[in-house]
Nanobody, 119 residues
């Protein structure tokens, strides 16, 4: 089992910045990639950014150039630095850990943290 605990959400004005953290514990050696997803009211959950164990990253087009995902392996923590925030970035942000077993995969989720961008 893997436990993911997010922190760092809150209310920020447009153009501001926030950093989200996700601390992983448990069977973390089974995790192949960590990521951040978000879900706005009335919308489906979407991938924001992902970082693989080899450091490869990918981002949603809507956040490229504004968000940066990183990891601290010594602390088993993944971060999402969000700059130039827009009202449309408002959502619940979820930390994700993915384990891949051949053609199968399993996702672990944190409880979510609210990010609200508003003046």
């Amino acid at each position: 089992q893997v436990r993911l605990v997010e922190s760092g959400g809150g209310l920020v004005q447009p153009g501001g910045s926030l950093r989200l953290s996700c601390a992983a514990s448990g069977s973390i050696n089974s995790i192949n990639a960590m990521g951040w997803y978000r879900q706005a009211p009335g919308k489906e959950r979407e991938l924001v950014a992902r970082i693989a164990n080899d450091g490869t990253t990918n981002y949603a087009d809507s956040v490229k150039g504004r968000f940066t995902i990183s990891r601290d392996n010594a602390k088993n923590t993944v971060y999402l630095l969000m700059d130039s925030l827009k009202p449309e970035d408002t959502a619940v942000y979820y930390c994700n850990g993915r384990s891949v077993y051949g053609i199968l995969s399993y996702d672990y989720w944190g409880q979510g943290t609210q990010v609200t961008v508003s003046s």
